[in-house]
């Protein structure tokens, strides 16, 4: 397992991924992805492949902003395939006015190295209490 291919994982978790989140930047979200990579989000349906994954988030952010805070509890690397888990803090803002909200979740990201670069294969995270 090569520390770098750690770092890199950690950065798509905590760097890329929240800051993609942040500025609603649909290219660049669905970018972390495989090609046909598996979106399992809480209270919606799965989403699979790259253009699907964009569309549910496009639908996520369409009426809310939401700052993300990602931290890596483990990165376990094999090959070309690894994984990560972790929690996210996220303030979210709803477009219409309404007072903030605080949500905590639990991921866990199959990543897939492909063409030297760590993509997001299979994600899925849950609600937690705050």
Request: aromatic share 12%; net charge negative; with cysteine.
């Amino acid at each position: 397992m090569s520390s770098s291919d750690r770092d890199e994982i950690r950065k798509v978790f905590e760097e890329v991924y929240a800051e993609n989140v942040r500025t609603k930047n649909l290219q660049g979200y669905g970018e972390m992805y495989t090609e046909n990579a598996l979106w399992m989000a809480p209270n919606v349906a799965d989403r699979c492949g790259r253009e699907d994954i964009i569309e549910g988030f496009a639908a996520t952010i369409a009426n809310q902003d939401i700052d993300p805070i990602f931290t890596t509890d483990e990165i376990e690397v094999m090959g070309d395939f690894g994984y990560v888990i972790g929690i996210s803090l996220a303030t979210i803002y709803p477009n219409d006015g309404s007072p903030p909200k605080q949500a905590k979740f639990r991921a866990l990201w199959l990543m897939k190295k492909e063409f030297g670069n760590w993509k997001i294969d299979r994600q899925i995270w849950n609600n937690k209490p705050l």
